[in-house]
């Protein structure tokens, strides 16, 4: 094997420990490597196998208060509506059920689910550009708490199927504000470009022109201007600025509003990003929406999932390149997207302490998948690997399991919440006939 390459000095890395340092769902311990909670879990990846998802109870919990504590602190009259999209595992959402969240969702899948696991949709808002008139009708027939509508033509459709249903329908004009979220671009959705919300100059006679439409009741606005946004809160700030202005405008014009819905999209650290805490976002809303004296919503989901999850795999084996060295996981791509998606930054840490504290080296950290872009780390610093060592990828409880793929005829992984010392599988691992067993022949071609 060729000599380890030193780690370039200019590698500004956080390195193993002080990423489990800063994770407080996670610690290191000399016999049992590393444990969330009160799991080893190299217990869960030698039972359960790999590559499988593990979710901290704890940590969602934590995360929920703290995110309420930060809205009641500022005196906010605040509700807490997650992003279902985030991660829609049914143990995930019963633990946020259990601590009072309501829901977001952006399809009947979502609303399904979401009620299944005990939130009920009297507190649920449902989002997305494009939804279908029996999605609409279901959500209405439950009950649903707002519909975020996002353009005049859905009104008008929203409109229609309440009247025959004979119910209102409590609709928010999703507007956009044109803010600049500072986040990657394919998860920017609040400047005027994006396919989502209403122009701002058109939400005010849109809105009027809603209130008089049978079918509807008119509760406010909303809006929801990206993801992953790290760079302070000017941004919510200023978005939250203009939608004030324009709750003012209504009011003078004698429209009535109700409450007003603040989106989600605050960032976590993956890496070193400095992420504002919660008190920073209350402190913006208050700010700006405080003086209305309305009910308040957010609709987090990264926020409170991300940390919570780690993506566990093993290493098939270490590969020595010509001039890189790569260390070939059972997870890919498939599983976990969001690297080749947004060249996104996950911590990624071997399990076992030995490895922990052993020197480290610059690898590229890649799946199986027959694409270049499977991979998800280069020149990262680890430590020399052997096959079956085991690795976590941190910060994975959000947009992991949720957007995997059987890309490759790759099973789905398992899935796992950890709560205190115990452990369970909340999704077994698919089998390969399970990827076989939906599919039909037609007749001339059937054996
Ligand atoms: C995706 C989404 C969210 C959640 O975004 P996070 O960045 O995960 O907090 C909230 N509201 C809407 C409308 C969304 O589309």
Known sequence: MAAPLPVAPDSADPNFADLIAARPGLSMHAQDGLVMEEV????????????????????????????????????????????TKA???????????????????VSVGELRATMAAG???SRTVFSGVGKKAEEIRFALGQGIFQINAESVEEIAMISAI???????????????????????????????????????????PLYARMAAL??????????HIGSQITEGVAAFHAAYARLAEMIRGFRASGLPVERVDCGGGLGIPYRDEVAPPPEALAGAIKATLGGLGLPVMLEPGRWIAGPAGVLLASIVLQKQGSNRRFLVAD????DLIRPAMYEAWHGIVPLDPVRFADDAMPADIVGPVCESGDTFARGRAMPLMAPGDFIAFLDAG???????????????????????????????????????????LPDWLAP
């Open 119 to 121: 939130i009920a949709a």
């Open 40 to 83: 080893p879990l190299s217990r869960i990846a030698r039972e359960v196998g790999t590559p499988t998802w593990v979710y901290s109870a704890g940590t969602l919990r934590r995360r929920y208060r703290a995110l309420k504590a930060a809205l009641d602190g500022a005196g906010l009259n605040a509700s807490v509506h997650y992003a």
């Open 214 to 223: 049978p079918g509807i009741r008119p509760i406010g606005i909303a809006t």
């Open 162 to 204: 309440a009247a025959e249903m004979g119910v209102l329908a409590p609709v928010a004009l999703r507007v956009n504000p044109d803010v600049d979220a500072k986040t990657h671009a394919k998860i920017t959705t609040g400047k005027a470009e994006n396919k989502f919300g209403i122009a701002f100059e058109d939400a005010a």
């Open 398 to 440: 959000a947009y992991g399991a949720v957007m995997s793929s059987t890309y490759n005829a790759r099973p789905l992984a398992a899935e796992v919440l950890v709560d205190g010392n115990r452990f369970a599988v909340v999704r077994p691992r698919q089998m390969p006939e399970d990827l076989l067993a939906h599919q039909r």
């Open 87 to 105: 991660n829609d595992n049914q143990a995930v959402l019963r633990v946020l059920a259990a601590e009072g969240a309501g829901a977001d969702i």
């Open 331 to 334: 997870a890919a791509m498939n």
